[in-house]
Nanobody
């Protein structure tokens, strides 16, 4: 059974930085992509950033040039470095993994979420 464990959320002032980390455990035949989504109160969950198995990254326009996603293939971890944080970045952040199982079926896995609050 695949499990994702997130860490690194918290309260930060506007302009500050936070680093989120996610570690995936359990058997995955092949990890296709890892990433981070977020959901603010009253809003839909949205993609923040993702990175493929080949290392290609994708960012939401709202976080480009402020957030950086990185991945350690050997450890199955994905980090999100968040700089120049704004109050509108406040949300619950979820780690996401899309991976193939031993039958080569693709599955989506989610972490439990970590709260990020940007406020003075």
């Amino acid at each position: 059974q695949v499990q994702l464990v997130e860490s690194g959320g918290g309260l930060v002032q506007p302009g500050g930085s936070l680093r989120l980390s996610c570690a995936a455990s359990g058997y995955m035949f092949s990890v296709m992509a890892m990433g981070w989504y977020r959901q603010a109160p009253g809003k839909q969950r949205e993609l923040v950033a993702s990175i493929t198995g080949g290392g290609s990254s994708n960012y939401a326009d709202s976080v480009k040039d402020r957030f950086t996603i990185s991945r350690d293939i050997t450890k199955n971890t994905v980090d999100l470095q968040m700089n120049s944080l704004k109050p509108e970045d406040t949300a619950v952040y979820y780690c996401h993994v899309n991976a193939r199982d031993r039958r080569l079926s693709r599955n989506d896995y989610w972490g439990q979420g970590t709260q990020v609050t940007v406020s003075s």
